[in-house]
Structure formats: structure tokens, C-alpha cells
């Protein structure tokens, strides 16, 4: 009331604060020595034992030791249900996986008293103040427990003191791949669990449903590659320095989708080689348009190469897919060694024709002692000519004729043209072109017949 008002006021500091002690002081002096108001309230805020902790007796033992110290080992049931497969890179060699892994295993020192025998589910809080087995994951490269929105972590205790412990865990552990047969390969990766300081004497890990103690999300999926199957099998792994130690494998067997790299990598590469072939149906002639035609095809053949490459490990072997891009390249370089050939060729014939007219005399209405009378217009285009151009009426008028040379000095020929070394070189000359539109698709054919009936 209004007196307790002016007593507040009357105590006051320098600050003209109001000041409590010299009132506290005061009712302490006035006070009887047994009176309730100077009893001290218990501080409950300092109590740091729960009502969980004190039933499952938590000061009472050394939770430092594993249950049955001295015992025979303690057998730990492991389950794991895969939530998900995230990614498998063949660069880094790995895959991350995320998953649910649980516990099983019974330690009578948290056995506790009750009616209607149920169990106790806690938090990752009381994990801290027991033992739980020292799992890891043997070949990974990272992991952590997800902590969203708090650690997931769960423990559930028995009455009789079995205990089940669970984790929500993302790893990423080394695969070892074998590229040979990539892109049309099928990898299989394992994940191995393991105790890190407990051997075989003091832990037996083992699965806890057997076969049936690995589960798996009906949505898991990857982008380029098909889940085939899922196994559990478990071994002993033996250090020399610390003994032996049981293992656990989770493995899965994945088969890559070969459509991204039909679409990517196949077809534009089968595309190319088939565009370098179209030279050969291009005039001999006409050199922009065959030599750039090489060029481009051997460029892109290139480009491909190396857009490939550039997403794989640099392996000291050959993969399917080098062999598939590299026989490619070599057709496609061979139509541009093919042109090369056939130019070269043309230019002696050009030479040599250029010689024989210099050589020969115009015999333009005369007849020459080694000319027969009479030949047909295809003798006269496949043999060796020249022509000389008349005026008539004004007008210049070209006439052929066919000149026949005979090469060899004993060999006489009479009624048969064509059998002169010029001849030759110009059907020779014709000929690597016409073999080539068959012999590049045919070989080519071959190849990819060989090729898929091999690696699929």
C-alpha cells in the first residue's frame, strides 16, 4: 500500500535509484529467528539430473565401458532403409547417399521399472550420457548427421534395457569404377559399415533381419543410370596393427542409360562420317568445295573428342566410347587422305596430257601413219586427244581426233584403243572415288555391327 510505497522511496541511492538492501536488512533485524520469511527456497534451476536420467540410473554405472565388459561381445543388429541415391560422379569416383541407419542392441545397465512395459523415446541429449556403438562408414570421403531442424537422432529404451538407436546420415564414400566398357557399362558400388574401435572380441555386428535388413524408397531414381539391385552381405576385415573387425556391405549394381550418349555423342559422330562421304560424289575439281567439306568434318570429329573426355577421368585405358569416337576420326580423316590422293593423281594426268600435246603436231585433216580410220565417239573420250580449231564460213569450228600412242616399242595393236599408260592413269585416276562410295559405307557398316554386337 501507500506505506510500502514511502519505505521504497526512502532508500535510494546516489543515482536516486531505489535501493533494497537497507530495506531487506531491516525486515531480517525485525524478523523472528524461526520465521518462514527467512527460509532458503530450493534452487531447482541446479538440479541437473532429469526424472529420465534418474529412473534409467544414469549416474550409476560407467557408460565409458560397453555393456558386459569382460564378457563375451556384445552382439549390435544393424537396419538401414536408403531414402535416397543423390549422385554418382565418375570423375571423383564416389556417390553420395542418404540414409537411415538404426542399432539393436541390449545393455541391462539402462533397465528400468515399469507397469505397463513400455518404452522411452528420446533425443540425441541423452546420447551423449550413454554407450552407443562407434560406427563408420570404412571409404568415405565425407558424412554428417542432418541437425534440421534438430540432430536427428533418436534412442528408444526397453524396460529389460534393449535399446534401439537410430541416425538420419548422409555419406559419401568411394566407388571404384571400371570405365572400359563406358558409356554401356554397369558399375557396382558398396557402402561399408563398420566398429572403430571394437574388434570381433568385444562387438558382433551383424544384420539384424538378414537379407531383409536393407530397405529401399520406391521413388529412388538417377538421371543416368538404373537402380538394378540391392544386397546386403557382411565379412570380417582384418588390420594388422588392431585385429580383426566385423564389416557390413550395403551393394547396389547400376546400369548406365545409354540414350543421353545416343543423342550426344553417337549419332553426331555417325553423322559426321557420313557427311565426309559426300566428297566423293563432288567433282575432282572442284577444290573449295571438297577440301573445306574435310576439314570441318575432321574439326568436329575433334570437338566432340575432347567434350567427352573433358567430363571423364584421365584412365590409363581405352573406354568403349574412344574406340567408337577414334575408328570415327579415322574415316573422316581418311575421305580427306582419299581427296588428297585423287587430286594428286589428276594433276599427273594433267602433266602428262600437257607433254603428249606438246609433243604431237596438229594433224587436222590429215591422216596420221599411226592413227586407225575409224573409232567410235567413246574411243575417241577415253584415249589421249587433242584438237585443232579451223575456220569454215567465218565460224571456228572445233574438230577431234584421236591420236593412239604406242608406248611399247614390240607392242603393235591394231583395231584396239585404250591399252596406252595414259588411258590407265586416267581410269585409275576416276576409280579411287567410285571404290570409295562403297568401300567407306561398307567398312563403316561392318564396324558398327562388330562394335554394338560386342559391348551390348
Known amino acids: 500500500g501507500y506505506s510500502d510505497n514511502i519505505i521504497f522511496c526512502k532508500f535510494r541511492d546516489n543515482e536516486n535509484k531505489c535501493n533494497l538492501k537497507p530495506f531487506v536488512s531491516l525486515v531480517m533485524f525485525l524478523s523472528p529467528p524461526h520465521s518462514p520469511i527467512l527460509r532458503r527456497i530450493p534452487d531447482i534451476t541446479k538440479n541437473t539430473m532429469s526424472n529420465s536420467e534418474q529412473l534409467l ?3 550409476d554405472h560407467d557408460f565409458t565401458m560397453r555393456p558386459g565388459f569382460g564378457g563375451p561381445a556384445v552382439p549390435v543388429g544393424v537396419d538401414v532403409q536408403v531414402e535416397s541415391l543423390d549422385t554418382i560422379s565418375e570423375v571423383d569416383m564416389d556417390f553420395t547417399m542418404t540414409l537411415y541407419i ?3 542392441w541390449k545393455d541391462e545397465r539402462l533397465s528400468f521399472h515399469s507397469t505397463t512395459n513400455k518404452s522411452m523415446t528420446f533425443d540425441g541429449r541423452l546420447v551423449k550420457k550413454i554407450w552407443v556403438p562407434d560406427m563408420f562408414f570404412v571409404h568415405s570421403k565425407k558424412s554428417f548427421t542432418h541437425d534440421t531442424t534438430t540432430d536427428n537422432v533418436m534412442l528408444r529404451v526397453y524396460p529389460d534395457g534393449k535399446v534401439l ?4 546420415v548422409t555419406v559419401t564414400s568411394m566407388c571404384s569404377m571400371d570405365l572400359s566398357r563406358f558409356p554401356l557399362d554397369t558399375q557396382t558400388c558398396s557402402l561399408e559399415i563398420e566398429s572403430y574401435a571394437y574388434t570381433d572380441d568385444d562387438l558382433m555386428l551383424y544384420w539384424k533381419k538378414g537379407n531383409n535388413s536393407l530397405s529401399t524408397d520406391e ?7 538404373l537402380i538394378q539391385e540391392f544386397q546386403t552381405t557382411s565379412k570380417l576385415a582384418f ?7 566385423n564389416r557390413l ?5 547400376l546400369r548406365r542409360h545409354i540414350f543421353f550418349f545416343l543423342l550426344q555423342t553417337y549419332f553426331p559422330a555417325t553423322l559426321m562420317v557420313m ?3 559426300v566428297s566423293f560424289w563432288i567433282d575432282r575439281r572442284a577444290v573449295p568445295a571438297r577440301v573445306p567439306l574435310g576439314i570441318t568434318t575432321v574439326l568436329t570429329m575433334s570437338t566432340i573428342i575432347t567434350g567427352v573426355n573433358a567430363s571423364m577421368p584421365r584412365v590409363s585405358y581405352i573406354k568403349a566410347v574412344d574406340i567408337y569416337l577414334w575408328v570415327s576420326f579415322v574415316f573422316v580423316f581418311l575421305s580427306v587422305i582419299e581427296y588428297a590422293a585423287v587430286n594428286y593423281l589428276s594433276t599427273v594426268q594433267e602433266r602428262k596430257e600437257k607433254k603428249l600435246r606438246e609433243r604431237l603436231p596438229c594433224t587436222c585433216g590429215m591422216t596420221h601413219p599411226g592413227v586407225m580410220g575409224s573409232y567410235s565417239e567413246e574411243d575417241v573420250n577415253n584415249t589421249g586427244n587433242y584438237g585443232c580449231m579451223l575456220e569454215e564460213n567465218g565460224a571456228m569450228k572445233q574438230q577431234r581426233m584421236m591420236v593412239h600412242l604406242d608406248i611399247e616399242e614390240n607392242n603393235q595393236i591394231t583395231g584396239h584403243v585404250g591399252s596406252s599408260a595414259y588411258s590407265s592413269m586416267w581410269v585409275d585416276t576416276h576409280a579411287i572415288d567410285k571404290y570409295s562410295r562403297v568401300i567407306f559405307p561398307g567398312s563403316y557398316t561392318l564396324f558398327n555391327i ?3 554386337s560386342c559391348y551390348l
Open 57 to 59: 540410473s544414469i549416474n
Open 102 to 104: 538404426r542399432h539393436y
Open 165 to 168: 538407436y537410430s541416425q538420419r
Open 219 to 225: 521413388n529412388i531414381s538417377l538421371s543416368q543410370f
Open 239 to 245: 588390420y594388422s596393427s588392431t585385429g580383426w573387425y
Open 249 to 253: 556391405y550395403i551393394t547396389f549394381t
Open 275 to 277: 557427311l565426309s562421304w
Open 450 to 452: 562388330i562394335y554394338w
